[in-house]
């Protein structure tokens, strides 16, 4: 008989996210009378509409499909020309980072593109992972044998855990032992932390001298305010030697129900054989899009393309500050119940600690059952993320203005039962 793939049997639990959706809908199956009053502040799903460049975009590549002249099939497996030149001028040489178009490689999310990049990564390399950090980068790794089992308390064994703590500033130090493959998550999902020069600089020194490869998620560079800050690994000299970059437009241009991202796959990068070749990854990346991959759709591309347009780039800034500002009325709102708040300021998330007494799944029940309000429990980040939540700024104004008023009244309210 056919078999399966035990390593997806050695996965802890449920992904963090459906369980947390599990958990309010037995909460709203329960509670009948107060289901319509959740907000949920968890996932980090936008809601704003479109920037309108990108939409009408997409009316006019929609059209052309409907026109015989005008038509357009499958697309290259790695993006449209135009698109790519559009993304490595705005995103990179504009910035002074040497990114040449055939270096972008469109998809439908970086999400999917941490996942495809291990089939081109060999078995047995050593995994680092930070910690809390999004939870993708372990359950993959996971899923293609690259770890143990499961540790009590959270976890696998054989996975190097780089700790990200209120003490070191969320940024991690060094491995103390060589590893192979390095996932850095800047601005950080879900601290909200910006690695800064000094850190990205100690980095991609340690990754050139032990040759390892960085996986540089950027997912939420667009966030970034503070001019100081590196919106790419790329800033850094000799980051094309040892690192690849994985971007979205999920939140930048609202595109998490449209789908596209990025990977930029530098051609200076080299990996080796088991019997010391050294082989081009560029190649290798480029042949798995054109075997597994029939490309983004022609109108998303379009769409995306749009988004560097002046007009679409007013826009994204405009989405952006939005969600930035919902961040910066939950983090005030959460300093006034007398929690301390990291992130918001460059990110989209509040990463907040728990209420004294309370973990952090109890925290999101408290949340829950008290205030209707779904968070994120930081433990689903991993073990470091214990005692904290996660409170997502993607959500409408209204919504957050009525989660700042609830988490008053719920902190009136305890302050009341402790008097």
């Given at each position: 008989?056919?078999?399966?793939?035990?390593?997806?049997?050695?996965?802890?639990?449920?992904?963090?996210?459906?369980?947390?959706?599990?958990?309010?809908?037995?909460?709203?199956?329960?509670?009948?009378?107060?289901?319509?009053?959740?907000?949920?502040?968890?996932?980090?799903?936008?809601?704003?509409?479109?920037?309108?460049?990108?939409?009408?975009?997409?009316?006019?590549?929609?059209?052309?499909?409907?026109?015989?002249?005008?038509?357009?099939?499958?697309?290259?497996?790695?993006?449209?020309?135009?698109?790519?030149?559009?993304?490595?001028?705005?995103?990179?040489?504009?910035?002074?980072?040497?990114?040449?178009?055939?270096?972008?490689?469109?998809?439908?999310?970086?999400?999917?593109?941490?996942?495809?990049?291990?089939?081109?990564?060999?078995?047995?390399?050593?995994?680092?992972?930070?910690?809390?950090?999004?939870?993708?980068?372990?359950?993959?790794?996971?899923?293609?044998?690259?770890?143990?089992?499961?540790?009590?308390?959270?976890?696998?064994?054989?996975?190097?855990?780089?700790?990200?703590?209120?003490?070191?500033?969320?940024?991690?130090?060094?491995?103390?032992?060589?590893?192979?493959?390095?996932?850095?998550?800047?601005?950080?999902?879900?601290?909200?932390?910006?690695?800064?020069?000094?850190?990205?600089?100690?980095?991609?020194?340690?990754?050139?001298?032990?040759?390892?490869?960085?996986?540089?998620?950027?997912?939420?560079?667009?966030?970034?305010?503070?001019?100081?800050?590196?919106?790419?690994?790329?800033?850094?000299?000799?980051?094309?030697?040892?690192?690849?970059?994985?971007?979205?437009?999920?939140?930048?241009?609202?595109?998490?129900?449209?789908?596209?991202?990025?990977?930029?796959?530098?051609?200076?990068?080299?990996?080796?054989?088991s019997t010391g070749a050294r082989i081009g990854l560029h190649a290798l990346w480029m042949r798995r899009w054109a075997t597994c991959s029939n490309g983004v759709s022609w109108p998303v591309q379009c769409a995306t393309a749009a988004l560097y347009s002046p007009a679409g780039r007013a826009q994204t800034r405009a989405l952006t500050d939005f969600y930035l500002d919902n961040a910066a009325l939950l983090a005030d709102a959460c300093e006034s119940m007398g929690l301390t708040t990291y992130g918001a300021k460059n990110s989209p998330y509040v990463w907040m600690t728990?209420?004294?007494?309370?973990?952090?799944?109890?925290?999101?029940?408290?949340?829950?059952?008290?205030?209707?309000?779904?968070?994120?429990?930081?433990?689903?980040?991993?073990?470091?993320?214990?005692?904290?939540?996660?409170?997502?700024?993607?959500?409408?104004?209204?919504?957050?203005?009525?989660?700042?008023?609830?988490?008053?009244?719920?902190?009136?309210?305890?302050?009341?039962?402790?008097?």
């Amino acid at each position: 008989m056919f078999r399966v793939n035990e390593h997806f049997l050695k996965l802890s639990a449920g992904y963090l996210f459906p369980e947390i959706a599990r958990r309010v809908a037995l909460f709203a199956a329960e509670n009948p009378s107060v289901a319509s009053r959740i907000i949920r502040c968890g996932i980090g799903d936008v809601t704003e509409p479109l920037p309108s460049a990108a939409a009408d975009a997409m009316r006019k590549a929609i059209d052309d499909l409907t026109t015989r002249e005008r038509f357009r099939g499958y697309p290259p497996p790695s993006g449209y020309d135009f698109v790519r030149a559009a993304v490595a001028e705005g995103d990179f040489r504009s910035r002074g980072c040497s990114v040449a178009d055939d270096e972008i490689f469109l998809s439908d999310g970086s999400k999917p593109d941490a996942s495809a990049i291990l089939e081109i990564l060999g078995s047995g390399n050593r995994i680092a992972i930070t910690d809390p950090v999004y939870p993708v980068y372990a359950d993959t790794n996971v899923m293609a044998g690259n770890s143990g089992v499961a540790l009590e308390g959270g976890g696998y064994e054989g996975f190097t855990y780089l700790a990200c703590t209120p003490a070191n500033g969320f940024s991690p130090a060094l491995p103390t032992s060589p590893v192979d493959v390095i996932y850095l998550c800047s601005p950080n999902n879900p601290t909200g932390a910006v690695l800064d020069r000094t850190a990205l600089t100690r980095w991609v020194a340690y990754a050139r001298e032990h040759k390892s490869v960085i996986l540089f998620d950027a997912a939420y560079e667009a966030f970034i305010r503070d001019p100081d800050l590196p919106h790419s690994i790329y800033e850094i000299e000799g980051a094309r030697s040892c690192a690849i970059e994985f971007r979205s437009f999920s939140k930048v241009g609202g595109f998490t129900g449209v789908r596209c991202g990025y990977t930029v796959m530098p051609k200076d990068l080299y990996a080796t054989t088991s019997t010391g070749a050294r082989i081009g990854l560029h190649a290798l990346w480029m042949r798995r899009w054109a075997t597994c991959s029939n490309g983004v759709s022609w109108p998303v591309q379009c769409a995306t393309a749009a988004l560097y347009s002046p007009a679409g780039r007013a826009q994204t800034r405009a989405l952006t500050d939005f969600y930035l500002d919902n961040a910066a009325l939950l983090a005030d709102a959460c300093e006034s119940m007398g929690l301390t708040t990291y992130g918001a300021k460059n990110s989209p998330y509040v990463w907040m600690t728990c209420p004294t007494g309370l973990g952090s799944w109890d925290a999101f029940d408290l949340l829950l059952r008290e205030a209707q309000v779904v968070t994120t429990p930081g433990a689903g980040f991993g073990r470091c993320g214990e005692g904290f939540i996660r409170i997502s700024a993607f959500n409408s104004r209204a919504n957050v203005e009525e989660v700042v008023k609830r988490l008053s009244v719920l902190t009136a309210r305890h302050s009341s039962r402790a008097s």
